[in-house]
């Protein structure tokens, strides 16, 4: 099982890019982000399989946030554009095996998690 290793989160105000990484410790079969907000449900909200590139987002962050890969560095980055108050939460990174065309990746393993917060 890779072990995964978050990093990038900060304290931002509204607007801008802010990029976040993920590091296994080896291959994954995909990857994807999940958010956990303050008495807020958890959203997996941005997924991307290994081979072949497919990605999959939700509504919230779509045509705002960027989720790509470095196959060879076993890394993940979101790029995060155009940040919103509502994008406060902790991101954490999951790897899975196995995919699916609407849902992404499902995750059975969990990095421990960066915090972002965005002020306006």
């Known amino acids: 099982q890779v072990q995964l290793m978050e990093s990038g989160g900060d304290s931002v105000q509204t607007g801008g890019s802010l990029r976040l990484s993920c590091e296994a410790s080896?291959?994954?079969?995909?990857m994807g982000w999940f958010r956990q907000a303050t008495g807020k449900e958890g959203e997996g909200f941005a997924s991307i399989k290994t081979r072949g590139g497919w990605t999959v987002y939700a509504d919230s962050v779509k045509d705002r946030f960027t989720i790509s890969q470095d196959i060879e560095k076993n890394t993940m980055t979101l790029q995060m554009e155009t940040r919103q108050p509502e994008d406060t939460a902790m991101y954490y990174c999951?790897?899975?095996?196995?995919?699916?065309?609407?849902?992404?990746?499902?995750?059975?393993?969990w990095g421990q998690g960066t915090q972002v917060t965005v002020s306006s």
């Open positions: 080896g291959p994954t079969y995909c």
């Open positions: 999951a790897a899975g095996n196995k995919w699916n065309s609407r849902r992404g990746c499902d995750g059975d393993t």
